[in-house]
């Protein structure tokens, strides 16, 4: 099994992140080089980017989490892994990260989106303990209709 790390994303990894969101993720919703380096620059409470790298200093996947605070919730923007690194628990250790990040921010709970014919995305989910809260129908475009999964990260207040 190859030696991976997952870091904290930098400037030197915003082309090929972009890159990767664009190509292997197919994202319905573009992200430039332009949006990587902005949300850069956002305070730490704000965003996560993270970076998986080989030993050798390999970009290997990516995944980044934005925190809401006028609602204490954070949403998974995008996760993924080079397809030959799939399967080694490598995605369970970028979830761990950002549900570790949400609730050091006080989040109550942590969404994501993904198709609903993404049934190897679901199952990842799922298996993390995320359920699936809606269905969105027409989400990505006409016919292209989503699941939106949350997972709870700290008990609700009682009373
Ligand atoms: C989704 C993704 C990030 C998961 O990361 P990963 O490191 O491959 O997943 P893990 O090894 O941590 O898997 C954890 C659990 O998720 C489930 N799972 C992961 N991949 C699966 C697959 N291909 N089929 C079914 N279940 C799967 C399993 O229950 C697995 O537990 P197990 O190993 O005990 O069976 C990664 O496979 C990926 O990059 N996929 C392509 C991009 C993508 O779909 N991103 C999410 C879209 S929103």
């Known amino acids: ?24 993720l197919d994202e319905p919703k573009e992200v430039t080089c332009q949006d990587l380096e902005d949300f850069l620059d956002w305070d730490d409470e704000e965003v996560l980017l993270l970076v998986v790298e080989t030993g050798d200093g390999r970009f290997a996947g990516v995944a980044g989490v934005i925190y809401e605070e006028w609602n204490d919730t954070s949403t998974i923007e995008w996760i993924g892994l080079i397809p030959e690194l799939r399967g080694q628990r490598i995605g369970t250790d970028l979830l761990d990260r950002m549900i570790e990040w949400t609730r050091a921010q006080g989040g109550r709970k942590i969404y994501v989106d993904t198709g609903v014919e993404e049934v190897k995305a679901l199952a990842f989910y799922e298996k993390k303990g995320f359920s699936r809260e809606a269905l969105l129908k027409d989400w990505y475009r006409d016919g292209d209709d989503a699941v939106l999964l949350s997972l709870r990260v700290t008990e609700p207040r009682s009373g």
């Open 1 to 24: 099994m190859e030696q991976t790390r997952i870091i904290k994303m930098e400037e030197r990894h915003v082309d090929e992140a972009a890159c990767f969101i664009a190509r292997v």
